[in-house]
């Protein structure tokens, strides 16, 4: 079984300060790694996705992120926030396996609040 | 860009009755999921669906649950006799092949 920790609950930053929004996971077995945001009154949105190669990814609106195979560890940056980034960030593990149709484990959100 | 819609919006049930939340997958996506967030807590799996069939559900997905896909286009999950604790937004996604899945917009379940 997997599992994900998303250590803060809520981070509040200034506009163009940089922010680093920290996830952690367990698993048993090899995974992709996502982070997905929620704007208010919105659905999920792909934020960016580790699958192989290099572990430092990007992603849209200036985010990137580091898988950390050792510390388990799949943290989100942005070296400076815009309050239009004001949302909820999931970090979500699925199992690589051959069968494919892998549920998404999600964990509990960060609620990022940039303030002007 | 293609996305996942998902009707209604928005649904108002009195508890007992039966509803239908309808999804419309990216046409050349093959994996469907549903998946359901109450109010305040994490996203939660409820099922996964691949040719024709359930792959995996979750111990929410009991049998007032079922999923369907009528036609070569619609995705459905409905569930039989609501009850209050079946409020929550519920999301479909789907994947060419399992690995990344994209969301739906979703539909807020208010059962009363």
């Known amino acids: 079984a997997q599992s994900v920790t998303q250590l803060d609950s809520q981070v509040p930053v200034f506009e163009e300060a940089p922010v680093e929004l920290r996830c952690n996971y367990s698993s048993s077995v090899s995974v992709y790694l996502f982070w997905y945001v929620q704007y208010p009154n919105q659905g999920l949105q792909l934020l960016l996705k580790y699958l192989s190669g290099s572990t430092l990814v990007k992603g849209i609106n200036g985010f990137e992120a580091e898988f950390n195979k050792s510390q388990t560890s799949f943290h989100l940056r942005k070296p400076s926030v815009h309050i239009s980034d004001t949302a909820e960030y999931f970090c979500?593990?699925?199992?690589?396996?051959?069968?494919?149709?892998?549920?998404?484990?999600f964990g509990k959100g960060t609620k990022l609040t940039v303030n002007p | 860009e293609p996305e996942v819609t998902q009707t209604p919006s928005h649904q108002v049930t009195q508890m007992g009755q039966e509803v239908i939340l309808r999804c419309v997958p990216i046409?050349?996506?093959?994996?469907f999921y549903w998946y359901r967030q109450i109010l305040g807590q994490k996203v939660e799996f409820l099922v996964s669906f691949y040719n024709n069939e359930i792959s995996e559900k979750s111990e929410i997905f009991d049998d007032q649950f079922s999923v369907e896909r009528p036609d070569g286009s619609n995705f459905t999950l409905k569930i039989r006799s609501t009850k209050l604790e079946d409020s929550a937004m519920y999301f479909c996604a789907s994947s060419v092949s399992g690995a990344t899945q994209y969301f739906g917009p979703g539909t807020r379940l208010t059962v009363l």
């Open positions: 046409s050349n996506h093959l994996y």
């Open positions: 979500a593990v699925s199992p690589i396996t051959q069968g494919g149709s892998e549920k998404l484990v």
